[in-house]
């Protein structure tokens, strides 16, 4: 393995306690492996039954509550890759949407598309996510302050200004595909930092891809200084980290630096590679039980129903196919690090990038999984993503 790797050094035992303490505290009902709710026998497909059903009720409900014109606009077909793969991370100026924004929706009309998302969404999962739409407004407010720092005459202010109306909690756009009638369907959601995407199939829920971000990770200043955006993805990957023996953490680690073409954004679906890194047959019992909790941080913003069909799938491959990848330092959570886990039915990336005060308070993150992202195994159906820059 690669000479020279970062590793936890004599000066960084703060910081592995404080890893260590996440640990302990993560290990409580953390292991599913044995768990009965986890067996996607007939009592959970019952439930997945009903949560299709409550998903189904309000995915019509919203479509109801809107305008002939709207409705042109939300709803598009199953099979239109184009606009089932329509959403990115980057703001809307620079990567335009398709669907209706919820800018051009009255209240009665973004209280069904919130009604919507939360059909789906575990309370974590609806919670979270809808804190990254409303973050937006709080990166506009932290970019206006910046540019009123701003000369008067310096021309690139105008510009600014104009690219600061990205960073708004109203530029979410939503699109409906397919019919609630039939079998197959789907929604999603998209903006800056943000493209949630549902599938139903024949009665079972697909979730990925699922993009989240935020700018700050942690807000700084102003009434909401403190606040944390996607903080126990980190929390329960160090805890995971510190976890690991030195010959386990030289498997681990794939690079001192993160390459910036690594991490499996939009368009890079079909680019998913050699798993590399430390296999989870390669953990305890007390490791097994941390990644379990980690890959449970993702699986569990979807419903109940959708996290346990994903977490049987993973389980059904085997942990000698499932791998922990890092990229980076080991040991500072605020430096720029990556880790990856994945196996044949999950991918999940997490990457901290530069802010604009020349850290790396910025995150962006995703699951995926490789064999069936928008439900693309169930459905019989290729999406093939375009390239984001």
Same mark, same amino acid.
């Given at each position: 393995m690669l000479s020279g790797l970062s590793k936890p050094s004599r000066g960084t035992e703060t910081m592995k306690r404080f890893a260590i303490g996440l640990a302990a505290t993560f290990l409580a009902g953390a292991?599913?492996?044995?768990?009965?709710a986890y067996s996607h026998g007939a009592s959970v497909e019952k439930l997945e039954a009903s949560r299709v059903a409550a998903m189904r009720q309000a995915t019509s409900a919203f479509l109801k509550t809107l305008e002939s014109e709207q409705r042109e606009a939300v709803v598009a077909a199953l099979d239109d890759k184009d606009v089932r793969t329509n959403w990115s991370n980057l703001p809307v100026s620079m990567a335009p949407r398709s669907?209706?924004?919820?800018?051009?929706?009255? %209240?009665?009309?973004?209280?069904?598309?919130?009604?919507?998302?939360?059909?789906?969404?575990s309370s974590q @999962?609806? $919670?979270k996510t809808t804190t990254i739409m409303w973050h937006e407004d709080v990166l506009n407010d932290s970019f206006t %302050?910046?540019?009123?720092?701003?000369?008067?005459?310096?021309?690139? &202010?105008?510009?600014?200004?104009?690219? %600061?109306?990205?960073?708004?909690?109203? &530029?979410? #756009?939503?699109s409906v595909f397919g019919d609630m009638n039939d079998d197959n369907w789907g929604w999603m959601v998209s903006g800056h930092h943000y493209?949630?995407?549902?599938?139903?199939?024949? @009665?079972?829920?697909?979730?990925?891809? $699922? #993009?989240? @971000?935020?700018?700050?990770?942690?807000? !700084?200043? @102003?009434?909401?200084?403190?606040?944390?955006?996607l903080q126990h993805e980190a929390?329960? %990957? #160090?805890?995971? $980290?510190?976890? $690991?023996?030195?010959? !386990?953490?030289?498997?681990?680690?794939?690079?001192?630096?993160?390459?910036?073409?690594? #991490?499996?954004?939009?368009?890079r679906e079909m680019a998913f590679g050699q798993p590399a890194g430390l296999r989870a047959s390669d953990l305890d019992p007390v490791q097994e039980s941390l990644l379990d909790a980690l890959i449970d941080e993702y699986l569990d913003d979807a419903s109940h129903e959708a996290s346990a069909r994903q977490r049987s799938a993973i389980e059904a491959d085997g942990p000698e196919t499932l791998h922990f990848e890092w990229w980076g330092p080991t040991d500072d959570p605020a430096a720029r690090y990556m880790y990856r886990v994945r196996g044949p039915s999950i991918l999940i990336d997490y990457v901290r990038e530069r802010s604009a005060d020349g850290g790396f308070n910025h995150v962006h993150s995703i699951v995926r999984d490789p064999s069936n992202d928008y439900g693309s195994k169930w459905l019989e159906l290729h999406y093939e993503e375009a390239h984001q820059d």
């Open positions: 292991s599913h492996s044995t768990s009965p669907g209706l924004a919820v800018s051009d929706m009255n %209240a009665e009309q973004r209280r069904a598309l919130h009604a919507m998302m939360a059909a789906a969404f @999962g609806y $919670l %302050a910046f540019i009123a720092s701003m000369r008067d005459d310096d021309p690139r &202010k105008p510009e600014a200004f104009a690219f %600061a109306e990205n960073y708004d909690s109203e &530029k979410f #756009f939503v493209a949630a995407n549902f599938t139903v199939a024949d @009665g079972r829920i697909a979730f990925t891809p $699922l #993009f989240l @971000g935020a700018s700050p990770q942690i807000v !700084q200043k @102003g009434r909401y200084a403190g606040w944390r955006i929390d329960r %990957a #160090f805890a995971l $980290l510190a976890s $690991l023996s030195p010959t !386990q953490l030289e498997d681990a680690i794939i690079s001192e630096e993160v390459d910036d073409e690594v #991490f499996m954004g939009k368009g």
